[in-house]
């Protein structure tokens, strides 16, 4: 479990609201969110299909933009940083895992580790930093016991391997915040328990995660669990030990 | 780095770009294909005619000019010419085995000419020609009677020490070939004779041949006023036949002798007669000639040549007030209607296909639109781990440029491969399938004419590699607009 000494805000989010425009309907999926995720910490946000749990890790990691209300990560309003800066704030601070992997077909296992990296450094710079990046993706999937699958591509592993090597990806950059979007949502149960066995010994070692689940049972594993309902979070009910996150009770 | 690496793996894994790439290079194949063959076919026609005229002549019309050879000295005295020499030229009829043939007669002395346009070198026919086609139409020796071996082996010898290139050099038939001692000899443009055929290959058969033949040729002879006067009919044998390259000038040019065709004109030197008494005047009518072929000392240039041809000329007219106005042309000039058909032809032929060619490009866009779709989640997922719209578009744009370098060099391989055996290829058609694409019956050149140019390679190839890029350029653009998070929900 994560140490319950006070901990500095990693990331604020303030009355957050995103509609999206759907022919000439407009569908309003977050209504004034309100969110602070701590540093080292192990957040779950749970909520039905199409509640907007997805939609909301897209904003936090900057991949998208919100309709009103501002992101800060640290002291950083996202909306101020334009073109490239946003880019590299995904690539630096920001790692994310999706449900359904997202590897990249071509590439294997220890490239689709290494662009993330790639992504990050200009051409040039590339040779010099090659070897040393090798030997951190090599010692990450090392630790995720894949070690020996690194020149395999995605195609010819398991589904509970790929979501590892998606891991390693979002995780070889050293980033602030793991944002997990169902990472569990697409595997059986047995492989479901050892991702998150993965999280949570990543967890340990101090990373801060923001994990997205529609199941209860995945949420307990977090520190902390906040409901998406109706556009707006809630603390959970059954969830009496962890303080609400709202921004309402500041 | 990674769109490096991601480009790389692209080729490899897709056939799509496979297509695309297969697009280019047939393109650039076609394309260099075609500007090399229209080029060699110029080049050879330029070749041509240059050797038929040498480089600047000098004219006056048909009635001729008279002090040539003063004029042909002067020119000589030109460090920038390498020969001169005078010409008659004339229209007549030559009646080969009672067909009668319009012809343009030109009477030159063949050594001169030779130095000026390597006229010896056209003349085809040689008397191994001659032996091959004996032993060709010989019987097995065993079915000879002792008698007939001694004709052949008499008729051997007269071939064996005929020496056919110095008959059409002196115009001096052998004494076999003429019924009267003083025939003169005539030498007839290979495609003269009707009965002149080219086989498969495009080579004459000696048999249909006309050596040795005897025609009569007949030719108009002019005043200086350029009235008519009676006909100058004369009998002569064909002592060889020249093959120029142009096709119109061996179906229609004969050479005799200067001095022979400079007398049946009467453009030789005369005394003046009085035309109402009849009698001589005591004053000569200088011999005449109607034209100057003059050819460059090696590297200098046309232009230069012909200013220099020009200021002399002039000076011979001032000098000779009686000489009638004289023309100074250069052979571009002389051929310009046959080369410019033949430039038109290759601009518009390279025209044509290059409007075909953007269809690569259409092809590439295409292609790329549907990897861009294909591709629309793993983009989306790069956005996610950072990359920038920019580092997307380099990625297509990068592979764009991949697929037109690759395109470009394969398709300059495949057309030099082609065009430098473009007719063992053309052969092997003709042999296995009966299909003639060059018919040297049509192109009156025995084998395709080609010529690689650097100049013109690197073009089209630069083309090839730019025509990628902008296949790719508008795939590339929306790659890049694609919003990550609609691009990762992609199905
Ligand atoms: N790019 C989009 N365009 C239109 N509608 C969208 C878009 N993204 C999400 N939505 C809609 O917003 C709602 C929330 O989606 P999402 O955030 O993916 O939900 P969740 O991840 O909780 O299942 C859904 O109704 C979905 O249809
Ligand atoms: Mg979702």
Sequence with gaps: MAPSAPQPVLLTATDLWKSFQMGDQKVQVLRGVNLRVLRGQWLAILGASGSGKSTLLHLLGGLDTPSAGTIRFDSQELAALRGGRLDRYRNRHIGFVFQFYHLLPELNVLENVLISTMIGRPAWGWPAARSEARRQATALLDRLGLSHRLHHKPAKLSGGERQRVAIARALINQPDVLLADEPTGNLDEGTGQQILEVIRDFHRSGQTVVMVTHDRAIASAADARLTLHAGQLESSLEDSSAKPQDASNR | MYKLLLI???????????????????????????????????????????????????????????????????????????????????????????????????????????????????LHWTSRDLLELLEAQLPPAEELTPGEKERVEARRRFYEQLDLRRLGMTFTPPPEWSDRPDTPGIVLGIEVSPWSVRDSQGQYS?????????????????????????????????????????????????????????????????????????????????????????????????????????????????????????????????????????????????????????????????????????????????????????????IFLGYGLAIGVIGAGLGVGIAAVVVSHINEIQDFLTEHYHFTMWDPKIYYFDRIPTRFSPMEVSVIAAAAVLSGLLGSLLPAYLAGRLNPVEALRYE
């Design chain 2, 8 to 122: 790389l793996r692209y080729l490899r894994r897709k056939l799509a770009p496979m297509f695309a790439v297969l697009a280019v290079t047939l393109c650039t194949a076609m394309l260099i294909i075609v500007i090399s063959v229209m080029g060699g076919f110029l080049q050879m026609m330029r070749d041509a005619a240059q050797k038929l005229t040498g480089e600047v002549m000098v004219g006056a019309d048909l009635s001729g000019f008279p002090y040539y050879q003063e004029l042909i000295d002067e020119l000589q005295r030109l460090p920038q010419v390498h020969a001169a020499t005078a010409l008659v030229r004339s229209y007549g009829l030559v009646n080969l085995n009672n067909r009668v043939l319009t012809v343009e007669v030109h009477g030159v002395d063949a050594a001169g000419l030779d130095a000026v346009t390597g006229y010896g070198g056209t």
């Design chain 2, 206 to 394: 000696a048999l249909n041949s006309s050596l040795g033949m005897q025609v009569t040729m007949t030719v108009l002879p002019l005043t200086r006023r350029g009235t008519f006067l009676e006909p100058a009919v004369r009998r002569m044998a064909v002592v060889n036949e020249f093959k120029s390259g142009l096709y119109d000038i061996d179906a229609h040019r004969v050479y005799v002798s200067f001095e022979l065709l400079q007398k049946m004109l009467r453009m030789d030197a005369a005394e003046q007669v009085d035309p109402e008494t009849g009698k001589p005047t005591g004053k000569v009518d200088p011999a005449r000639a109607t034209e100057v072929l003059v050819r460059g000392v090696p590297g200098v240039p046309l232009e230069e040549l012909r200013r220099q041809v020009s200021s002399v000329t002039q000076q011979f007219a001032g000098d000779h007030l009686d000489c009638p106005p004289l023309w100074v042309q250069t052979w571009l000039e002389r051929h310009a209607m046959l080369l410019g058909a033949v430039e038109r032809e290759k601009l518009l032929l390279t025209f044509l296909f290059a409007i075909i060619s953007v269809v690569a490009v259409v092809m590439i866009a295409v292609i790329f639109y549907m990897i861009v779709l294909e591709k629309t989640r793993d983009i989306g997922v790069l956005r996610a781990l950072g990359a920038s719209r920019f580092g997307i578009e380099s």
